[in-house]
Protein backbone atom coordinates (compact mmCIF):
# COMPACT_ATOMS: atom_id res chain seq x y z
CA UNK A 1 0.00 0.00 0.00
CA UNK A 2 1.77 3.33 -0.79
CA UNK A 3 1.50 6.83 0.84
CA UNK A 4 -2.06 7.98 -1.39
CA UNK A 5 -3.81 4.85 -0.45
CA UNK A 6 -3.16 1.98 -3.53
CA UNK A 7 -2.52 -1.06 -3.23
CA UNK A 8 0.93 -2.37 -4.28
CA UNK A 9 -0.09 -5.62 -4.44
CA UNK A 10 2.31 -7.14 -1.67
CA UNK A 11 2.27 -7.76 1.95
CA UNK A 12 4.43 -7.11 4.61
CA UNK A 13 5.33 -9.63 7.08
CA UNK A 14 4.72 -9.58 10.82
CA UNK A 15 8.51 -8.70 11.73
CA UNK A 16 8.29 -6.01 9.58
CA UNK A 17 5.74 -3.68 11.38
CA UNK A 18 8.60 -2.00 13.85
CA UNK A 19 10.75 -1.05 10.94
CA UNK A 20 7.67 0.45 8.98
CA UNK A 21 6.75 2.64 11.79
CA UNK A 22 9.88 3.23 14.18
CA UNK A 23 7.58 1.85 17.14
CA UNK A 24 7.55 -1.28 19.25
CA UNK A 25 5.05 -3.85 17.59
CA UNK A 26 2.49 -3.43 20.77
CA UNK A 27 -0.54 -3.12 18.58
CA UNK A 28 -0.23 0.42 17.87
CA UNK A 29 1.41 2.24 15.13
CA UNK A 30 1.76 6.08 15.02
CA UNK A 31 2.85 8.16 11.74
CA UNK A 32 4.88 10.55 12.96
CA UNK A 33 4.30 12.14 9.51
CA UNK A 34 0.71 12.35 9.44
CA UNK A 35 -0.01 14.18 12.15
CA UNK A 36 2.14 17.42 9.87
CA UNK A 37 -0.61 16.77 7.17
CA UNK A 38 -3.91 18.32 8.56
CA UNK A 39 -2.75 19.47 11.85
CA UNK A 40 0.80 20.77 10.23
CA UNK A 41 -1.35 22.87 8.40
CA UNK A 42 -3.57 24.46 11.36
CA UNK A 43 0.06 24.43 12.96
CA UNK A 44 2.09 26.78 9.78
CA UNK A 45 -0.96 29.01 9.99
CA UNK A 46 -0.68 29.39 13.60
CA UNK A 47 2.63 30.74 12.81
CA UNK A 48 0.65 33.96 11.39
CA UNK A 49 -1.53 34.26 14.10
CA UNK A 50 -0.87 37.14 16.82
CA UNK A 51 0.58 36.03 20.32
CA UNK A 52 -1.43 37.27 22.72
CA UNK A 53 0.21 36.90 26.46
CA UNK A 54 -2.18 36.81 29.45
CA UNK A 55 -0.84 38.03 33.23
CA UNK A 56 -2.58 37.17 36.32
CA UNK A 57 -2.17 35.04 38.87
CA UNK A 58 -6.12 34.25 39.19
CA UNK A 59 -5.74 31.16 37.48
CA UNK A 60 -9.73 30.84 36.27
CA UNK A 61 -9.92 34.39 35.09
CA UNK A 62 -6.30 33.07 33.06
CA UNK A 63 -7.61 30.14 31.57
CA UNK A 64 -11.23 32.23 30.57
CA UNK A 65 -9.59 34.66 29.02
CA UNK A 66 -7.65 31.78 27.06
CA UNK A 67 -10.41 30.37 26.03
CA UNK A 68 -12.34 33.47 24.71
CA UNK A 69 -8.88 34.32 22.51
CA UNK A 70 -8.01 31.03 21.26
CA UNK A 71 -10.22 30.89 18.41
CA UNK A 72 -8.35 33.72 16.48
CA UNK A 73 -5.11 34.80 18.65
CA UNK A 74 -2.07 32.16 19.64
CA UNK A 75 -2.43 32.71 23.09
CA UNK A 76 0.16 32.05 25.80
CA UNK A 77 -0.52 32.27 29.41
CA UNK A 78 1.17 33.00 32.87
CA UNK A 79 -0.01 33.07 36.07
CA UNK A 80 2.83 35.16 37.55
CA UNK A 81 5.11 38.18 36.32
CA UNK A 82 8.00 35.91 36.78
CA UNK A 83 6.75 33.26 34.40
CA UNK A 84 5.35 35.97 32.45
CA UNK A 85 8.66 37.95 31.70
CA UNK A 86 10.10 33.80 30.95
CA UNK A 87 7.48 33.67 28.53
CA UNK A 88 8.29 37.43 26.51
CA UNK A 89 10.13 37.01 23.37
CA UNK A 90 9.94 39.61 19.93
CA UNK A 91 7.29 37.31 18.72
CA UNK A 92 4.44 38.69 21.50
CA UNK A 93 1.80 41.55 19.91
CA UNK A 94 -0.11 41.74 23.05
CA UNK A 95 -0.44 41.51 26.69
CA UNK A 96 -2.49 41.76 28.98
CA UNK A 97 -1.38 42.16 32.30
CA UNK A 98 -2.60 42.04 35.89
CA UNK A 99 -1.48 44.84 38.05
CA UNK A 100 -1.43 42.95 41.67
CA UNK A 101 0.52 39.79 41.80
CA UNK A 102 2.28 38.15 44.77
CA UNK A 103 5.75 37.67 43.25
CA UNK A 104 6.29 40.56 40.84
CA UNK A 105 3.47 43.15 40.50
CA UNK A 106 2.41 44.20 36.89
CA UNK A 107 3.85 47.21 37.05
CA UNK A 108 7.47 45.62 37.72
CA UNK A 109 6.51 43.65 34.81
CA UNK A 110 5.52 46.76 32.46
CA UNK A 111 8.73 48.29 33.46
CA UNK A 112 10.90 45.48 32.90
CA UNK A 113 9.08 45.17 29.00
CA UNK A 114 9.58 48.70 28.52
CA UNK A 115 13.24 48.39 29.42
CA UNK A 116 13.98 45.27 27.29
CA UNK A 117 12.44 47.45 24.28
CA UNK A 118 9.94 44.58 23.22
CA UNK A 119 7.75 46.06 20.24
CA UNK A 120 4.49 44.80 21.51
CA UNK A 121 1.04 46.49 23.04
CA UNK A 122 -0.01 46.14 26.66
CA UNK A 123 -3.03 46.47 28.36
CA UNK A 124 -3.67 46.90 31.78
CA UNK A 125 -6.46 44.31 32.85
CA UNK A 126 -6.73 44.48 37.03
CA UNK A 127 -9.26 45.08 40.01
CA UNK A 128 -7.27 48.30 40.99
CA UNK A 129 -8.71 51.65 41.06
CA UNK A 130 -6.36 53.63 38.57
CA UNK A 131 -4.86 56.94 40.14
CA UNK A 132 -1.98 59.53 38.71
CA UNK A 133 0.43 57.36 39.34
CA UNK A 134 -0.60 55.31 36.26
CA UNK A 135 0.44 58.45 34.13
CA UNK A 136 3.75 57.60 33.39
CA UNK A 137 3.39 54.27 33.05
CA UNK A 138 3.92 52.75 29.26
CA UNK A 139 0.84 50.59 28.40
CA UNK A 140 -1.45 51.10 25.35
CA UNK A 141 -4.81 50.30 27.63
CA UNK A 142 -6.45 50.09 30.98
CA UNK A 143 -9.09 47.85 31.61
CA UNK A 144 -11.25 47.39 35.38
CA UNK A 145 -11.92 43.95 36.32
CA UNK A 146 -14.51 42.50 36.32
CA UNK A 147 -14.04 41.81 32.14
CA UNK A 148 -16.47 39.93 30.05
CA UNK A 149 -15.24 38.72 26.87
CA UNK A 150 -15.98 41.24 24.47
CA UNK A 151 -14.06 44.11 26.45
CA UNK A 152 -11.20 41.89 26.34
CA UNK A 153 -11.46 40.47 22.78
CA UNK A 154 -12.12 44.05 21.65
CA UNK A 155 -8.99 45.38 23.28
CA UNK A 156 -7.20 43.29 22.11
CA UNK A 157 -8.45 43.43 18.53
CA UNK A 158 -7.80 47.48 18.71
CA UNK A 159 -4.82 47.17 19.88
CA UNK A 160 -3.55 44.87 17.33
CA UNK A 161 -4.42 47.54 14.38
CA UNK A 162 -2.88 50.27 17.12
CA UNK A 163 0.27 48.70 16.17
CA UNK A 164 0.59 49.74 12.83
CA UNK A 165 -0.08 53.83 13.81
CA UNK A 166 2.56 55.75 13.32
CA UNK A 167 4.53 56.15 17.19
CA UNK A 168 3.29 59.63 18.08
CA UNK A 169 -0.21 58.75 17.16
CA UNK A 170 -0.11 55.40 19.36
CA UNK A 171 1.14 57.44 22.24
CA UNK A 172 -1.98 59.96 21.48
CA UNK A 173 -4.43 57.18 21.80
CA UNK A 174 -2.72 55.68 24.65
CA UNK A 175 -2.66 58.99 26.68
CA UNK A 176 -6.04 59.39 26.04
CA UNK A 177 -6.97 55.97 27.45
CA UNK A 178 -5.46 56.87 30.38
CA UNK A 179 -7.24 60.56 30.45
CA UNK A 180 -10.43 58.50 30.13
CA UNK A 181 -10.57 56.37 32.77
CA UNK A 182 -9.28 58.73 35.32
CA UNK A 183 -11.82 61.54 34.33
CA UNK A 184 -14.07 58.59 35.56
CA UNK A 185 -13.02 58.80 38.68
CA UNK A 186 -13.97 61.50 41.21
CA UNK A 187 -10.99 63.95 41.36
CA UNK A 188 -11.05 64.62 44.94
CA UNK A 189 -10.04 60.43 45.00
CA UNK A 190 -7.07 60.87 42.93
CA UNK A 191 -3.84 61.38 44.34
CA UNK A 192 -2.83 64.59 42.68
CA UNK A 193 -5.72 66.19 40.37
CA UNK A 194 -2.72 68.16 38.89
CA UNK A 195 -1.29 65.49 36.75
CA UNK A 196 -4.80 64.58 35.01
CA UNK A 197 -4.61 68.45 33.93
CA UNK A 198 -1.30 67.82 32.85
CA UNK A 199 -1.86 64.80 30.69
CA UNK A 200 -4.89 66.42 29.69
CA UNK A 201 -3.25 69.14 28.02
CA UNK A 202 -0.10 66.84 26.51
CA UNK A 203 -3.40 65.07 24.97
CA UNK A 204 -4.47 67.91 23.31
CA UNK A 205 -0.85 68.83 22.12
CA UNK A 206 -0.70 65.68 20.28
CA UNK A 207 -3.70 66.34 18.60
CA UNK A 208 -3.37 69.35 17.65
CA UNK A 209 0.01 68.10 15.90
CA UNK A 210 -1.52 65.10 14.32
CA UNK A 211 -4.86 66.33 13.81
CA UNK A 212 -5.60 65.04 10.37
CA UNK A 213 -3.60 61.83 10.61
CA UNK A 214 -5.45 61.21 14.09
CA UNK A 215 -8.88 61.56 12.90
CA UNK A 216 -8.02 59.24 10.16
CA UNK A 217 -6.88 56.72 12.61
CA UNK A 218 -10.41 56.91 14.99
CA UNK A 219 -12.10 56.54 11.56
CA UNK A 220 -10.28 53.51 10.61
CA UNK A 221 -10.65 52.04 14.65
CA UNK A 222 -14.23 52.78 14.48
CA UNK A 223 -14.42 50.86 10.87
CA UNK A 224 -12.63 47.82 13.21
CA UNK A 225 -14.89 48.10 16.17
CA UNK A 226 -18.09 47.80 13.79
CA UNK A 227 -16.86 45.04 11.67
CA UNK A 228 -15.83 43.33 14.81
CA UNK A 229 -19.05 43.90 16.41
CA UNK A 230 -20.55 42.93 13.76
CA UNK A 231 -19.27 39.52 13.45
CA UNK A 232 -20.22 38.86 16.81
CA UNK A 233 -23.55 39.11 16.00
CA UNK A 234 -23.16 36.83 13.16
CA UNK A 235 -21.30 33.83 15.49
CA UNK A 236 -24.33 34.88 17.79
CA UNK A 237 -26.82 34.69 14.74
CA UNK A 238 -25.68 30.95 13.68
CA UNK A 239 -25.66 29.64 17.56
CA UNK A 240 -29.33 30.87 17.33
CA UNK A 241 -30.35 29.41 13.97
CA UNK A 242 -31.38 25.55 13.78
CA UNK A 243 -32.00 25.35 10.09
CA UNK A 244 -30.06 25.97 6.93
CA UNK A 245 -32.81 28.83 5.54
CA UNK A 246 -32.76 30.51 9.39
CA UNK A 247 -28.90 30.72 9.00
CA UNK A 248 -29.49 33.06 5.55
CA UNK A 249 -31.82 35.17 6.88
CA UNK A 250 -30.41 35.49 10.15
CA UNK A 251 -26.91 36.14 8.52
CA UNK A 252 -28.44 38.62 6.01
CA UNK A 253 -30.32 40.40 9.01
CA UNK A 254 -27.04 40.87 10.60
CA UNK A 255 -25.41 42.65 7.54
CA UNK A 256 -28.05 45.42 8.43
CA UNK A 257 -25.93 46.57 11.26
CA UNK A 258 -22.77 46.50 9.83
CA UNK A 259 -20.81 49.06 7.96
CA UNK A 260 -21.71 47.55 4.51
CA UNK A 261 -24.54 48.30 1.97
CA UNK A 262 -26.72 44.81 2.07
CA UNK A 263 -25.98 41.20 1.54
CA UNK A 264 -27.55 38.21 0.08
CA UNK A 265 -27.05 34.49 0.29
CA UNK A 266 -27.33 32.88 -2.93
CA UNK A 267 -27.55 29.55 -3.97
CA UNK A 268 -26.48 27.64 -6.99
CA UNK A 269 -27.88 24.36 -8.49
CA UNK A 270 -25.03 22.93 -10.45
CA UNK A 271 -27.30 20.48 -12.48
CA UNK A 272 -29.14 22.86 -14.52
CA UNK A 273 -26.47 26.26 -13.88
CA UNK A 274 -28.85 28.59 -12.17
CA UNK A 275 -28.05 30.97 -9.00
CA UNK A 276 -30.95 31.25 -6.91
CA UNK A 277 -31.68 33.92 -4.04
CA UNK A 278 -31.93 31.91 -0.70
CA UNK A 279 -31.82 35.30 1.80
CA UNK A 280 -31.53 38.73 1.25
CA UNK A 281 -31.27 42.13 3.44
CA UNK A 282 -34.09 44.24 3.36
CA UNK A 283 -31.63 46.39 2.20
CA UNK A 284 -31.06 45.05 -0.76
CA UNK A 285 -34.05 45.18 -3.20
CA UNK A 286 -33.79 43.58 -6.58
CA UNK A 287 -30.38 40.74 -5.84
CA UNK A 288 -29.65 40.29 -9.61
CA UNK A 289 -30.77 44.41 -10.59
CA UNK A 290 -29.22 44.98 -14.01
CA UNK A 291 -27.57 48.52 -14.94
CA UNK A 292 -24.10 47.52 -14.49
CA UNK A 293 -21.24 45.84 -16.05
CA UNK A 294 -21.09 43.86 -12.70
CA UNK A 295 -23.50 40.45 -13.08
CA UNK A 296 -24.49 38.98 -9.78
CA UNK A 297 -25.04 35.54 -11.14
CA UNK A 298 -22.11 35.55 -12.75
CA UNK A 299 -19.57 36.78 -10.03
CA UNK A 300 -21.41 33.74 -7.59
CA UNK A 301 -20.44 31.27 -10.27
CA UNK A 302 -17.17 32.34 -10.40
CA UNK A 303 -16.97 33.15 -6.51
CA UNK A 304 -18.10 28.98 -6.21
CA UNK A 305 -16.22 27.70 -8.91
CA UNK A 306 -12.43 29.28 -7.79
CA UNK A 307 -13.68 29.03 -4.31
CA UNK A 308 -12.53 32.20 -3.67
CA UNK A 309 -13.46 35.46 -2.49
CA UNK A 310 -13.70 37.87 -5.98
CA UNK A 311 -15.33 41.41 -6.45
CA UNK A 312 -16.57 43.31 -9.31
CA UNK A 313 -17.15 47.72 -9.34
CA UNK A 314 -20.30 48.67 -8.66
CA UNK A 315 -22.37 51.45 -10.90
CA UNK A 316 -24.63 54.13 -9.87
CA UNK A 317 -27.44 52.37 -12.07
CA UNK A 318 -27.25 49.26 -10.50
CA UNK A 319 -26.99 50.92 -7.07
CA UNK A 320 -30.29 52.54 -7.89
CA UNK A 321 -31.83 49.26 -8.62
CA UNK A 322 -30.08 47.05 -6.09
CA UNK A 323 -30.07 48.87 -2.81
CA UNK A 324 -33.22 50.17 -1.07
CA UNK A 325 -31.33 53.64 0.55
CA UNK A 326 -29.00 54.11 -2.77
CA UNK A 327 -29.27 57.81 -2.26
CA UNK A 328 -27.21 57.25 0.53
CA UNK A 329 -24.18 55.50 -0.46
CA UNK A 330 -21.94 58.28 -1.99
CA UNK A 331 -19.33 56.99 -4.05
CA UNK A 332 -18.39 54.05 -5.66
CA UNK A 333 -19.26 50.44 -4.59
CA UNK A 334 -17.97 47.48 -5.01
CA UNK A 335 -19.55 43.62 -5.12
CA UNK A 336 -18.29 41.08 -3.48
CA UNK A 337 -18.94 37.65 -3.30
CA UNK A 338 -18.05 34.93 -0.98
CA UNK A 339 -18.08 31.20 -1.15
CA UNK A 340 -19.72 29.40 1.38
CA UNK A 341 -17.87 26.20 2.33
CA UNK A 342 -17.45 23.51 4.68
CA UNK A 343 -14.16 21.91 3.71
CA UNK A 344 -15.09 20.52 0.21
CA UNK A 345 -18.98 21.32 0.47
CA UNK A 346 -19.74 24.47 -0.99
CA UNK A 347 -23.40 25.50 -0.27
CA UNK A 348 -23.45 28.64 -1.98
CA UNK A 349 -22.32 32.59 -1.65
CA UNK A 350 -22.72 35.42 0.19
CA UNK A 351 -23.13 38.67 -1.98
CA UNK A 352 -22.30 42.24 -0.07
CA UNK A 353 -22.12 45.39 -1.00
CA UNK A 354 -18.98 47.33 0.20
CA UNK A 355 -18.11 51.18 -0.32
CA UNK A 356 -15.15 51.79 -1.61
CA UNK A 357 -12.62 49.50 -3.09
CA UNK A 358 -12.51 46.07 -0.55
CA UNK A 359 -8.75 45.49 1.60
CA UNK A 360 -7.07 42.64 1.67
CA UNK A 361 -7.61 42.78 5.41
CA UNK A 362 -11.62 42.92 4.79
CA UNK A 363 -11.18 40.32 1.64
CA UNK A 364 -9.79 37.94 4.19
CA UNK A 365 -12.50 38.87 6.84
CA UNK A 366 -15.35 38.21 4.86
CA UNK A 367 -13.98 34.75 3.37
CA UNK A 368 -13.83 33.82 7.02
CA UNK A 369 -17.31 35.08 7.20
CA UNK A 370 -18.31 32.27 4.42
CA UNK A 371 -16.43 29.35 6.44
CA UNK A 372 -18.39 30.43 9.20
CA UNK A 373 -21.37 30.39 7.47
CA UNK A 374 -20.49 27.39 5.35
CA UNK A 375 -19.70 25.30 9.59
CA UNK A 376 -22.94 26.58 10.52
CA UNK A 377 -25.12 25.02 7.86
CA UNK A 378 -23.08 21.73 8.61
CA UNK A 379 -23.87 21.86 11.63
CA UNK A 380 -27.31 22.82 11.87
CA UNK A 381 -27.35 20.21 9.20
CA UNK A 382 -26.01 17.38 11.74
CA UNK A 383 -28.23 18.51 14.61
CA UNK A 384 -31.54 17.98 12.52
CA UNK A 385 -30.12 14.30 11.40
CA UNK A 386 -29.41 13.99 15.54
CA UNK A 387 -33.13 15.15 16.07
CA UNK A 388 -35.41 15.37 12.78
CA UNK A 389 -38.12 12.19 13.03
CA UNK A 390 -37.08 12.11 8.84
CA UNK A 391 -33.91 11.57 6.96
CA UNK A 392 -33.01 10.27 3.69
CA UNK A 393 -31.12 7.40 3.31
CA UNK A 394 -28.17 7.39 0.47
CA UNK A 395 -26.71 4.01 -0.81
CA UNK A 396 -23.62 4.23 -2.47
CA UNK A 397 -21.55 1.28 -4.08
CA UNK A 398 -18.01 1.98 -3.33
CA UNK A 399 -14.84 0.17 -5.56
CA UNK A 400 -12.54 2.92 -5.17
CA UNK A 401 -9.11 1.56 -3.49
CA UNK A 402 -7.87 5.16 -2.78
CA UNK A 403 -10.34 4.59 0.15
CA UNK A 404 -8.10 2.36 2.72
CA UNK A 405 -11.04 0.18 3.79
CA UNK A 406 -11.75 -0.89 0.56
CA UNK A 407 -7.97 -1.24 -0.40
CA UNK A 408 -7.80 -3.51 2.44
CA UNK A 409 -10.30 -5.61 1.30
CA UNK A 410 -8.36 -6.34 -1.69
CA UNK A 411 -5.07 -6.40 -1.01
CA UNK A 412 -5.92 -8.86 2.10
CA UNK A 413 -8.88 -10.61 -0.12
CA UNK A 414 -11.05 -10.21 3.05
CA UNK A 415 -14.24 -8.43 4.19
CA UNK A 416 -13.99 -5.09 5.92
CA UNK A 417 -16.19 -3.57 8.36
CA UNK A 418 -16.86 -0.35 9.83
CA UNK A 419 -18.23 -0.84 13.55
CA UNK A 420 -18.14 2.79 13.54
CA UNK A 421 -16.36 6.51 13.43
CA UNK A 422 -16.54 9.09 15.21
CA UNK A 423 -14.74 12.73 14.81
CA UNK A 424 -11.29 12.91 17.22
CA UNK A 425 -10.04 16.08 16.40
CA UNK A 426 -10.85 18.77 14.06
CA UNK A 427 -10.05 17.08 10.70
CA UNK A 428 -8.95 13.32 12.14
CA UNK A 429 -11.66 10.50 12.44
CA UNK A 430 -11.45 7.52 14.25
CA UNK A 431 -12.51 4.97 12.41
CA UNK A 432 -13.15 1.52 13.84
CA UNK A 433 -12.99 -1.72 11.66
CA UNK A 434 -13.31 -5.09 12.27
CA UNK A 435 -11.36 -7.37 9.51
CA UNK A 436 -11.41 -10.45 9.08
CA UNK A 437 -9.06 -13.26 8.66
CA UNK A 438 -6.09 -11.60 8.97
CA UNK A 439 -2.72 -11.04 10.73
CA UNK A 440 -3.08 -7.99 12.75
CA UNK A 441 0.71 -6.81 12.66
CA UNK A 442 0.77 -7.44 8.96
CA UNK A 443 -2.56 -5.14 8.45
CA UNK A 444 -0.72 -2.44 10.80
CA UNK A 445 2.35 -2.87 8.46
CA UNK A 446 0.38 -2.42 5.49
CA UNK A 447 -1.18 0.74 6.66
CA UNK A 448 1.93 2.22 7.62
CA UNK A 449 3.04 4.05 5.14
CA UNK A 450 -0.10 6.46 4.60
CA UNK A 451 0.34 9.85 5.01
CA UNK A 452 -3.26 10.30 6.33
CA UNK A 453 -2.62 7.67 9.16
CA UNK A 454 -2.58 9.48 12.59
CA UNK A 455 -1.99 6.14 14.27
CA UNK A 456 -3.47 2.45 13.79
CA UNK A 457 -4.30 0.27 16.86
CA UNK A 458 -5.40 -3.01 17.49
CA UNK A 459 -8.05 -2.97 19.71
CA UNK A 460 -9.50 -6.72 19.85
CA UNK A 461 -7.90 -9.70 18.60
CA UNK A 462 -9.88 -12.91 18.22
CA UNK A 463 -9.73 -15.98 16.33
CA UNK A 464 -11.46 -15.27 13.10
CA UNK A 465 -11.80 -11.44 13.08
CA UNK A 466 -9.36 -8.60 14.28
CA UNK A 467 -10.84 -4.87 15.51
CA UNK A 468 -8.84 -1.94 14.47
CA UNK A 469 -8.87 1.76 15.27
CA UNK A 470 -7.22 3.63 12.26
CA UNK A 471 -7.38 7.77 13.27
CA UNK A 472 -7.12 9.05 9.59
CA UNK A 473 -7.18 12.85 8.41
CA UNK A 474 -7.91 11.53 4.70
CA UNK A 475 -7.90 8.57 2.94
CA UNK A 476 -11.41 7.46 3.18
CA UNK A 477 -14.65 8.73 2.32
CA UNK A 478 -15.65 7.94 5.99
CA UNK A 479 -13.59 11.24 6.78
CA UNK A 480 -15.43 13.28 4.61
CA UNK A 481 -19.32 12.04 5.00
CA UNK A 482 -18.18 12.16 8.76
CA UNK A 483 -16.51 16.33 8.61
CA UNK A 484 -19.95 16.87 6.54
CA UNK A 485 -22.29 15.76 9.25
CA UNK A 486 -23.74 12.34 8.01
CA UNK A 487 -24.25 9.51 10.06
CA UNK A 488 -22.63 6.45 8.44
CA UNK A 489 -24.81 3.64 9.01
CA UNK A 490 -23.35 0.73 7.41
CA UNK A 491 -19.93 0.26 5.07
CA UNK A 492 -18.53 -3.08 4.56
CA UNK A 493 -16.13 -4.31 1.71
CA UNK A 494 -15.32 -7.32 0.37
CA UNK A 495 -12.70 -8.12 -2.17
CA UNK A 496 -12.39 -4.72 -3.04
CA UNK A 497 -16.14 -3.80 -3.78
CA UNK A 498 -18.35 -2.12 -0.90
CA UNK A 499 -21.67 -0.72 0.01
CA UNK A 500 -22.33 2.09 2.00
CA UNK A 501 -25.19 3.46 3.21
CA UNK A 502 -25.48 7.10 4.76
CA UNK A 503 -27.79 8.74 6.54
CA UNK A 504 -28.28 12.88 5.90
CA UNK A 505 -31.11 14.88 7.16
CA UNK A 506 -34.34 15.29 5.02
CA UNK A 507 -33.91 18.63 3.50
CA UNK A 508 -29.73 18.23 2.95
CA UNK A 509 -28.42 19.27 -0.47
CA UNK A 510 -27.92 15.89 -1.76
CA UNK A 511 -25.56 17.10 -4.75
CA UNK A 512 -23.43 18.84 -2.87
CA UNK A 513 -23.01 16.03 -0.80
CA UNK A 514 -22.38 13.73 -3.40
CA UNK A 515 -20.04 15.97 -5.42
CA UNK A 516 -18.27 16.37 -2.55
CA UNK A 517 -17.55 11.96 -1.87
CA UNK A 518 -17.00 11.98 -5.76
CA UNK A 519 -14.43 14.59 -5.85
CA UNK A 520 -12.03 12.58 -3.75
CA UNK A 521 -13.24 9.13 -4.46
CA UNK A 522 -14.56 8.98 -7.82
CA UNK A 523 -15.40 5.17 -8.23
CA UNK A 524 -18.34 5.60 -5.88
CA UNK A 525 -21.80 5.78 -7.16
CA UNK A 526 -25.24 6.02 -5.69
CA UNK A 527 -27.36 3.23 -6.15
CA UNK A 528 -30.76 4.17 -4.13
CA UNK A 529 -31.94 6.69 -2.28
CA UNK A 530 -35.22 6.39 -0.04
CA UNK A 531 -36.96 8.92 3.06
CA UNK A 532 -36.69 7.28 6.34
CA UNK A 533 -38.43 7.63 9.93
CA UNK A 534 -36.70 7.52 12.89
CA UNK A 535 -38.98 6.15 15.95
CA UNK A 536 -38.69 8.37 18.66
CA UNK A 537 -38.44 7.67 22.32
CA UNK A 538 -40.43 9.53 24.86
CA UNK A 539 -38.09 11.83 27.32
CA UNK A 540 -39.83 9.91 30.53
CA UNK A 541 -39.13 6.43 28.71
CA UNK A 542 -35.55 7.32 28.48
CA UNK A 543 -35.32 8.69 32.00
CA UNK A 544 -37.14 5.13 33.51
CA UNK A 545 -34.59 3.00 31.31
CA UNK A 546 -31.86 4.96 32.66
CA UNK A 547 -33.14 4.83 36.38
CA UNK A 548 -33.15 1.09 36.34
CA UNK A 549 -29.62 0.69 35.20
CA UNK A 550 -28.30 3.47 37.76
CA UNK A 551 -27.80 1.90 41.33
CA UNK A 552 -29.13 4.91 44.15
CA UNK A 553 -25.43 5.59 45.05
CA UNK A 554 -24.48 6.81 41.70
CA UNK A 555 -27.67 8.83 41.00
CA UNK A 556 -26.96 10.66 44.39
CA UNK A 557 -23.09 11.25 43.25
CA UNK A 558 -24.27 12.12 39.95
CA UNK A 559 -27.08 14.93 41.01
CA UNK A 560 -25.11 16.29 43.75
CA UNK A 561 -22.19 16.94 41.58
CA UNK A 562 -24.57 18.40 39.01
CA UNK A 563 -26.06 20.69 41.76
CA UNK A 564 -22.50 21.63 43.55
CA UNK A 565 -20.98 23.25 40.08
CA UNK A 566 -18.85 20.25 39.54
CA UNK A 567 -19.43 20.09 36.03
CA UNK A 568 -18.97 23.83 35.36
CA UNK A 569 -16.12 25.91 33.54
CA UNK A 570 -14.40 26.73 35.83
CA UNK A 571 -15.52 23.94 38.36
CA UNK A 572 -18.05 25.57 41.20
CA UNK A 573 -16.64 22.46 43.54
CA UNK A 574 -13.50 20.03 43.39
CA UNK A 575 -13.78 15.94 43.34
CA UNK A 576 -12.92 16.13 47.08
CA UNK A 577 -15.49 18.69 47.91
CA UNK A 578 -18.09 17.19 46.33
CA UNK A 579 -17.03 13.64 47.97
CA UNK A 580 -16.66 15.51 51.43
CA UNK A 581 -20.04 16.47 51.05
CA UNK A 582 -21.20 12.75 50.53
CA UNK A 583 -19.04 11.16 53.03
CA UNK A 584 -17.28 8.95 50.54
CA UNK A 585 -13.64 8.90 49.87
CA UNK A 586 -12.83 10.70 46.35
CA UNK A 587 -11.29 7.64 44.55
CA UNK A 588 -14.83 6.45 45.36
CA UNK A 589 -16.95 9.54 44.08
CA UNK A 590 -14.46 8.97 40.73
CA UNK A 591 -15.75 5.45 40.23
CA UNK A 592 -19.72 5.82 41.07
CA UNK A 593 -19.43 9.17 38.87
CA UNK A 594 -17.60 7.26 35.72
CA UNK A 595 -19.90 4.11 36.52
CA UNK A 596 -23.02 6.64 36.10
CA UNK A 597 -21.57 8.56 33.03
CA UNK A 598 -20.85 5.37 31.40
CA UNK A 599 -24.47 4.36 31.57
CA UNK A 600 -25.96 7.56 30.63
CA UNK A 601 -23.86 7.71 27.78
CA UNK A 602 -24.74 4.10 26.30
CA UNK A 603 -28.49 4.39 27.29
CA UNK A 604 -28.12 7.60 24.46
CA UNK A 605 -25.89 5.69 22.11
CA UNK A 606 -27.73 2.31 22.65
CA UNK A 607 -29.20 1.74 18.89
CA UNK A 608 -25.62 2.16 17.49
CA UNK A 609 -23.57 0.88 19.91
CA UNK A 610 -22.34 -2.37 19.27
CA UNK A 611 -21.14 -5.08 21.80
CA UNK A 612 -17.59 -5.54 20.18
CA UNK A 613 -17.05 -1.27 21.18
CA UNK A 614 -18.97 -1.35 24.90
CA UNK A 615 -17.66 -4.53 25.89
CA UNK A 616 -19.60 -7.12 28.09
CA UNK A 617 -19.43 -5.28 31.16
CA UNK A 618 -22.05 -6.87 33.88
CA UNK A 619 -23.33 -4.58 35.67
CA UNK A 620 -20.92 -2.10 37.78
CA UNK A 621 -22.67 -1.73 41.38
CA UNK A 622 -19.07 -3.61 42.22
CA UNK A 623 -16.56 -2.65 44.33
CA UNK A 624 -16.69 1.52 44.76
CA UNK A 625 -20.23 0.50 46.24
CA UNK A 626 -18.92 -1.77 48.68
CA UNK A 627 -16.59 1.06 49.94
CA UNK A 628 -19.63 2.78 51.42
Not at 170 to 194: C, I, K, M, Q
Not at 212 to 231: K, M, P, T
Not at 432 to 458: F, H, K, M, Q, W
Amino acid sequence: MTSDGSSNGSQSGPDDTSAATGSPPDGTVENPATPTDEPQAETDASDDEPVVLVVDDDRDLADTCEYWLREDFDVRVAYGGEDALEQMDDEVDVVLLDRRMPDLSGDEVLAEIDERGYDCRVAMMTAVEPDTDIVEMPFDEYLVKPVDEDSVTGTVEELLVRSEFDERVREYFALESTEAVLEERDLRDLGDPTALDDLTARVRELREERESEIRERERQLDRVRRINGFLRDVDQALVDASTREGIAETVCASFESSPYDGAWIARYNEAVDTVECAAVAESVTSPFAEGSSADPAALVREAIDTRSVVTDAVSPAHAAAALRNADAVAGELTLVAIPVTYRETVYGALVVYVRGSISEEERSMLGGVGETVGHGINAAESKQLLHGDSAVELEFEHTDTRDVLVDLSLEFDTTVTLEGPSLADEGVVSCYASIEDVDPSTVLSAVAPLDALVNGRVISDEDDEALFEFRLADASVVVTLVELGASVESFSATGGEGELVVRVPARSDLRALTNAVQSSYPDVSVLAKREVEDAVQSTSSFRRQLEEKLTDRQRDVMETALASGYFDWPRGSTAEEVAASLGIAAPTFHEHLRSGERKLIESFFAETSTDRRTGNRADDTGDAASDD
